[in-house]
């Protein structure tokens, strides 16, 4: 079986964070680890308290999943500080991790900063050029690129500028700025637009999660990038047309709607 790691937080209501990460793993074929970065108190309706772990305890859980059942992809998440991303960045270079898909959690779609400036200078210089593959939003890919994002032709420009600055795959997601539910994967200046299913479901919490740890899992078996996010995507409409309804908010997706078995 192969293996795959989320470096991520923990979303106590299990919709979002690790949570998701190591459902969709488990749904899409592959053992999933996890390496927590912070432990947050929320729900559908939001957060409530975050309280993050230090970076020699985030290094021994490294170590720890390296050392003896090394993955074969890493997934990394919500990482808050930037001591966290240097030592995230430091053990991933320390053991030659491969299959890297980073998802830049610094912008909600609402355009709301979720990390400080520091820490989004961290990730640019030091783990977006470790990645295989970057997932941006709207809003995180005009932060990276210093350009706005109003059209498909924009969404181009801006994920071309990404892949080029940081030599990796970007999947920029599209969003109701732009289309509802397309998405631009462009690598090594090929452009590659993936379109995605229509679906009514105001559950959409853990969306951006749960699509980056597909692919790394997809990577992890071997797919090539391509085709990664094709079956990543299926994946996750698929988890959305289930039209689970749970929590008084934003819920989350039946991660599970495609596993069938005795138990």
């Known amino acids: ?52 772990v230090t970076p020699e305890f985030l290094q021994k859980q490294l170590d720890a999943v390296f050392t003896d059942i090394r993955p074969d992809a890493v997934k990394t998440g919500m990482v808050a500080s930037g001591k966290l991303i240097r030592m995230i960045a430091d053990r991933l270079t320390f053991y030659r991790a491969q299959n890297i898909v980073v998802d830049p959690v610094m912008v909600s779609t609402s355009g709301a900063k979720l990390i400080g400036e520091d ?3 961290v990730l640019k210089a030091e783990l977006f050029p470790l990645a295989a593959l970057l997932t941006p939003n709207i809003p995180e890919a005009e932060v990276l690129s210093g350009c706005p994002i ?24 599209g969003g109701h700025r732009v289309n509802d539910a397309n998405d631009l994967l462009v690598k090594d200046t090929a452009v590659k637009w993936f379109a995605g299913r229509r ?3 105001p559950n959409t919490h853990g969306t951006g999660c749960t699509l980056s740890s597909a ?7 071997g797919m090539a ?8 995507k299926r994946y996750i409409s698929g988890a959305l047309a289930a039209g689970l309804d749970l ?13 069938r078995g005795e138990y």
């Open 1 to 52: 079986m192969k293996t795959a790691l989320t470096i991520a937080g923990s979303d106590s209501s299990g919709g979002a964070g690790i949570q998701a990460d190591l459902k969709t793993m488990l749904a899409n074929g592959v053992y999933g680890m996890s390496a927590i970065t912070a432990l947050t108190a929320q729900n559908t309706t939001g957060v409530t308290d975050i309280m993050e």
């Open 119 to 121: 820490a989004i200078e």
């Open 150 to 173: 109003r059209s498909e032709k924009e969404m181009e420009e801006a994920a071309t500028i990404i892949s080029e600055t940081y030599d990796c795959g970007v999947l920029l997601k």
């Open 199 to 201: 679906i009514s479901n």
């Open 215 to 221: 692919i790394a899992s997809n990577l992890a078996k």
């Open 225 to 232: 990038l391509e085709q990664a996010v094709d079956h990543a």
């Open 247 to 259: 929590g008084k908010g934003s819920g989350p997706m039946d991660h599970g709607f495609a596993v």
